[in-house]
């Protein structure tokens, strides 16, 4: 067991939650459950792959959900799953449906990519996930191909439709490239509006597998509003939004839907950072730039007790950086593409 408040004999009362150095109390765990994908998305992964992790390297659910209820007695409220496509690990609804025992957890949230929600969208809301975030760039199929390097457009637009039928939040997030689909955010955001959901523009990071992330790719947060702003009237930022997510939330002042922009590029939002990650093999991260990583496989595979898990956890928050660095000067970025880290 994870000792309690009152079961310690240390003096520092902040010793068992996970704060860092900076104060940032981490509430946020982001767990990838694997590194496969079964489309290509350009700023993501490379074209082709020279295989997945093997089956043996990843988390066993068992694992993951002990490692969960490790963090959520020091304060991790808020679980979102991920990848990679998490929706290629067979068996998630069951994982989802472990986690959700955890009585401090309050939100087990699932960011996919769509193209197998439709079949499992009932089962996992049945498990216990409470939100879905589903990436969406284009409305054209052909735009699609270009950005994703596969199809299946088509089942993505079914697995959204599904989502939204479960009755559970449901948020879209697009990546905006300026050769490919900044003609799109217009689209999108009728879509989003038309169905009464949230849509969330993130900024193209430096973490694409194949090195090829270019400034002049980037379009900021800033210029995706201003086109919003001309077709569909002023933003209203949204009243009362946790400080600690990275979105800057608006609502639209003539009707419904609501937007945010994600600018981790041009207006990078670390100092309220609360997230902590844990990739398919088993290594917490402190940050999505991070260069170092805590394997806590390892120790979960040789027996650790609950201590041991909660130290390393403890040791990897404390390590944080202030920021992550991106426009510093010698900026190197992750060896670890996003798809492998878990976004
Ligand atoms: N496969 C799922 C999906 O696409 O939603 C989950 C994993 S994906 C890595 C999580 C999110 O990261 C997606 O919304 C995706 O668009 C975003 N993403 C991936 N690479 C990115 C990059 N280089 N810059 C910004 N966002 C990125
Ligand atoms: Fe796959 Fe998601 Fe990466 Fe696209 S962003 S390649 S869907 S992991």
């Not at 194949?210 to 509003?225: C, D, I, P």
């Not at 569909?232 to 979105?247: E, I, R, W």
Request: one cysteine or more.
């Amino acid at each position: 067991m994870v000792p309690r408040a009152g079961e310690t004999k240390t003096s520092d009362p902040h010793s068992l939650l996970l704060v860092d150095r900076f104060g940032r109390h981490h509430t946020s765990l982001r767990v990838s459950v694997t590194d496969a994908c079964n489309i290509r998305c350009r700023y993501c992964m490379p074209e082709s792959v020279n295989g997945f992790m093997a089956q043996e390297r990843l988390m066993g659910f068992e694992e993951i959900e002990r490692t969960i209820r490790i963090l959520a007695g020091v304060g991790i409220t808020k679980v979102r799953l991920t990848g990679g496509e998490p929706l290629m690990r067979p068996g998630l609804p069951r994982l989802v449906e472990r986690i959700s025992q955890i009585p401090s957890l309050q939100h087990i949230a699932l960011t996919t990519n769509g193209m197998l929600l439709s079949d499992s969208m009932h089962q996992l809301a049945q498990a216990g996930l409470t939100h879905v975030n589903i990436s969406l760039d284009t409305l054209r199929e052909e735009t699609f191909r270009r950005m994703s390097r596969r199809e299946g457009l088509d089942r993505v637009l079914d697995g959204i439709e599904a989502a939204i039928q479960s009755g559970l939040p449901v948020r879209l997030n697009a990546v905006v490239l300026r050769d490919i689909n900044l003609e799109d955010c217009i689209p999108l955001v009728e879509f989003a509006r038309s169905r009464n959901i949230t849509i969330r523009f993130i900024e193209f990071m430096p973490l694409d597998a194949e090195r090829a992330w270019n400034q002049s790719q980037v379009v900021t947060g800033k210029e995706l509003r201003k086109r919003v702003e001309d077709v569909f009237g002023p933003l209203a930022l949204k009243q009362d939004t946790d400080p600690s997510q990275p979105s800057r939330d608006y609502v639209f002042t003539n009707g419904s839907g609501g937007i945010g922009f994600i600018d981790p590029v041009s207006e990078p939002f670390c100092s309220n950072c609360n997230r902590l990650r844990l990739t398919a093999d088993g290594k917490f991260r402190n940050c999505l730039f991070g260069r170092e990583e805590w394997d806590v496989m390892s120790l979960l595979r040789r027996g650790a007790n609950d201590h041991e898990i909660l130290a390393l956890a403890m040791d990897c928050v404390r390590s944080k950086f202030a920021s992550h660095g991106i426009s510093d000067a010698g900026f190197e970025p992750p060896v670890r593409a996003m798809y492998q880290i878990g976004g």
